[in-house]
Nanobody, 125 residues
Framework: QVKLEESGGGAVQSGDSMSLSCTLSGDTFSRYGMAWFRQRPGKDREAVASINRSGGSTQYMPPLMDRFTITRDNTRNMINLEMNALTPDDTGVYFC??????????????????WGQGTQVTVSS
């Protein structure tokens, strides 16, 4: 059974950086396109960034691409999200997602079959 586990959330100050990680277990990691989503207070879950199975292609929601970087390490079954210049508007629960057989990247929520439990990111001013 595929399981995703996020780590690295917490509380930071505005302007700080934070790194999130997500590990996939239960299947061959390189079969999965991966993504980060977030759910901010009072808003729907939204895509943050996606990365293809090899790690050679990424896709970002445009407002975030200058501050966030998604990477993956297929030897460690892990993706990471580096977040810089955080603002209180980045506060929310961040979710890791996996899509088996996804040929490229996708920011469409319905593309992903597996989800982590989420990790809280809180940015104070």
């Amino acid at each position: 059974q595929v399981k995703l586990e996020e780590s690295g959330g917490g509380a930071v100050q505005s302007g700080d950086s934070m790194s999130l990680s997500c590990t996939l277990s239960g299947d061959t990691f390189s079969r999965y396109g991966m993504a980060w989503f977030r759910q901010r207070p009072g808003k729907d879950r939204e895509a943050v960034a996606s990365i293809n199975r090899s790690g050679g292609s990424t896709q970002y929601m445009p407002p975030l691409m200058d501050r966030f970087t998604i990477t993956r390490d297929n030897t460690r079954n892990m993706i990471n999200l580096e977040m810089n210049a955080l603002t209180p508007d980045d506060t929310g629960v961040y979710f890791c997602a996996a899509a088996q057989g996804l040929p490229g990247t996708s920011t469409w929520r319905a593309s992903y079959q597996y989800w982590g439990q989420g990790t809280q990111v809180t940015v104070s001013s």
